[in-house]
């Protein structure tokens, strides 16, 4: 079992993509910048104060000319700012405008945010998942952000900057992943009662992995694996599960997150449980124990059907 990438802290300063690199040089200039201010000031306090103790008058007219005090001033309170933010304000703004660069040659990807889960869709493909998006290292890609629901931010710290989803705009985040590997993601907006809990996984692959996945994804769907699976697939097919989720070839439901590749994905319900066959087993039974207010009601079906129907939807690819 893979580690549960979703609970870790997120690393802004490790950047694995060309824009998180971006970002992450500005970062460090914003605390040089920051940090160099602060020393300066408190150094120029300390002096102050120390020269006080040592018995100046600060009435007393031979302890600094006017006209020092006035270049000091215009030195210290106009001229510095101005060239400090300035640099700033260059830096920024260079930077936001090569994130936006479009790139004809990139992989289009669909993101749709959700209360609480990510539906994603491989434009030139048809490729349909959720909560975990993969993607070729090196390879441009622009995502498509769109909302149906309430504002939501995209945010892969490591691999760029976030963006917001907002009902009845589109939105795109572009970028490059330049290292092969996994790297966590979260919802950054606040978007209703379980916001924490819409985390998901960004996994970057090779081309060849990429490729062999996507066409995987393309052939029609394998005969299920053991007799327990192929009864839960006729327990999900005959009952509501159905009516909420896709299953590529058995079912098409819409209103809850894509399952066809569910087996694969290391995490239930947007990141808030690692995913094994027991947490999936009480997900099922009441997915509102561990996740209050999400949309899919407690289940009515036996110990038995939930055995297969957890046996089933692990078998998936
Ligand atoms: Cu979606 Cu916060």
Known sequence: MTRFLLAEAPGVLHPAGSEAHRLAGVSWLLFGLAAAVAVLVFSLLAVGLFRRGDGVDADDESAGSPARDHRFIVAGGLVLPVVVLSLVGVVTVT?????????????????????????????DSGVNTANLLRLPVDVPVDLVLRSTDVNHSFWVPRLAGKVDL??????????????????????????????????????????????????????????????????GR???AANSCAGCHTIKGVSEGTVGPDLTDFGSRPALGAGVLPNTPENLTAWIRNARASKPGAKMPPSTLSDREIADLVAYLESLP
Not at 98 to 115: C, M, N, S, Y
């Open 95 to 123: 930077t936001t405008a090569a994130l936006r660069k479009h790139d004809a040659k990139a992989l289009v990807v669909d993101i749709e945010g959700r209360q609480w889960f990510w539906g994603i869709h491989y434009a």
């Open 166 to 231: 907002i009902p009845g705009q589109t939105n795109h985040l572009r970028f490059t992943p330049t290292q092969v590997g996994r790297y966590r993601g979260v919802c950054a907006e606040f978007c209703g009662y379980q916001h924490a809990n819409m985390a998901f996984e960004v996994q970057v692959m090779s081309r060849a992995d990429f490729d062999r996945w996507q066409r995987e994804r393309h052939q029609s769907p394998s005969a299920t694996t053991s007799e327990a699976a192929s009864a």
């Open 234 to 236: 006729k327990v999900f």
